[in-house]
């Protein structure tokens, strides 16, 4: 399946990801999972997507669109892809569809996931993220089995740079005022699943699969 997960910072879309790509064998692009890599590795990529994201503001379009056409041309795509934090404004949606029509492939849905704004400050103040292989943890909500190290690959679990007050009340700005208005875009071309993301994780799952009719 050709998928987007979409839905403010914090509503759980990296979380959903994470256990909906094992289920349909498919890859996730997370954008903002790869500039982070791009950060660590200490690319000049990377150094100029980190003065965008440590203040909450979008890469501009020519990188991060150059990087997902990229990524998407990779064989394990063939059979499908999960596309996490991408788009983020019509213009990228237009670029999508752009890349996918030259491939000869359609979207076959774009999960909304809808949370209330006071509880994403609740989420993204408790959040830590494996250094390693970027899984998500929460301090009250999903904590590690050991503290500090990663359930999944026993990595060193961090505070992100842009998980401060200033930096997320800059982010939900950003995705009211540019990427909101895809909802839209996707309803009107009947691709929409909203899903109720203030649940419990398992539930949201167990909501995105039977709106993919699975
Ligand atoms: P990105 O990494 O995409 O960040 P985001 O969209 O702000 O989303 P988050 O990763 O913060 O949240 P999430 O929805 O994945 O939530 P999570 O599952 O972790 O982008 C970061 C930056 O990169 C952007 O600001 C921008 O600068 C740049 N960027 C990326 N893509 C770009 C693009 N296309 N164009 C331009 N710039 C781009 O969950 C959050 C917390 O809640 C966790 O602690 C989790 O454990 C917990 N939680 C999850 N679900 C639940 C639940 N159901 N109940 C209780 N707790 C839960
Ligand atoms: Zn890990």
Redesign the pocket.
């Known amino acids: 399946m050709n998928l987007l ?1 979409m ?12 256990e909906l790509v094992k289920k349909l064998q498919i890859p996730h692009i ?7 890599t791009a950060i660590s590795e200490g690319t000049e990529m990377g150094r100029k ?1 980190k003065e ?10 020519s ?2 669109v150059g990087m ?1 056409k990229e990524r998407l041309s990779r064989p394990d795509c063939d059979n499908g892809f999960l596309l ?6 019509v213009v ?1 949606a237009e670029a999508l569809d752009e890349k996918l029509k030259g491939m000869g492939r359609l979207l076959d849905g774009v999960i909304n ?1 809808i ?1 209330p704004r006071e ?2 400050i ?3 103040t ?4 494996c250094r390693s292989c970027g899984s ?7 904590k590690p089995r050991v503290d500090e190290v990663c359930d999944n690959c026993g990595g060193e679990i961090y505070q ?1 740079s ?2 401060n007050e200033t ?2 009340n ?2 939900l700005y ?2 009211e005022a540019s ?1 909101q208005p895809l909802i839209n875009y996707y309803a009107k071309k009947n691709l929409l699943k909203n899903i109720n ?5 398992k ?2 799952m167990d909501d995105i699969m039977n709106s993919l009719g699975k």
């Not at 408790?126 to 993220?129: A, F, L, Q, T």
Request: glycine share 12%.
């Open positions: 997960i839905g403010p910072p914090g509503a759980g879309k990296g979380t959903q990801a994470e997370s954008t903002g999972d790869m500039f982070r997507a965008y994201m440590d203040k909450g503001e979008l890469v501009p379009d990188v991060v997902v996490d934090g991408f788009p983020r404004n990228q996931i949370v509880k994403i609740e989420r993204l408790g959040r830590r993220v998500s943890y929460h301090m009250v909500f999903k992100r842009d998980d930096a997320v800059n982010r950003v995705y990427t993301g203030d649940q419990e994780i539930k949201v």
